[in-house]
Nanobody
């Protein structure tokens, strides 16, 4: 099983990035997918989730700025990030949870997002 994130980088405040997470080795359509982030010295926190049925949830800090989506044909989940702020700087991790047993989950290796002028 592999979850491979891409799309991170350095962006100025107010800018945008789109993260992608390509999954392999799982039946992607029956996994709930999510994005988490971890800033230096802080705990990993939930950013957004999308269920196997495409219901979405967001952390209050990113509502209205970030959008999570999935393409089951491509086994890929996306995180569109707009109006980025310096406090969004973190390593962003992709997570997949089996919809029939949440104890079965996988993590990607993470991608760095840095928001700075």
């Amino acid at each position: 099983v592999q979850l491979v994130e891409s799309g991170g980088g350095l962006v100025q405040p107010g800018g945008s990035l789109r993260l992608s997470c390509a999954a392999s080795g799982i039946t992607f359509s029956i996994f709930h997918m999510g994005w988490y982030r971890q800033a230096p010295g802080k705990q990993r926190e939930l950013v957004a989730t999308i269920t196997s049925g495409s219901t979405t949830t967001y952390a209050d800090s990113v509502k209205g700025r970030f959008t999570i989506s999935r393409d089951n044909a491509k086994n890929t989940v996306y995180l569109e990030m707009n109006s980025l702020k310096p406090e969004d700087t973190a390593v962003y991790y992709c997570n997949g949870k089996f919809s029939l047993n949440n104890r079965l989950q996988y993590w990607g290796q993470g991608t760095q997002v840095t928001v700075s002028s």
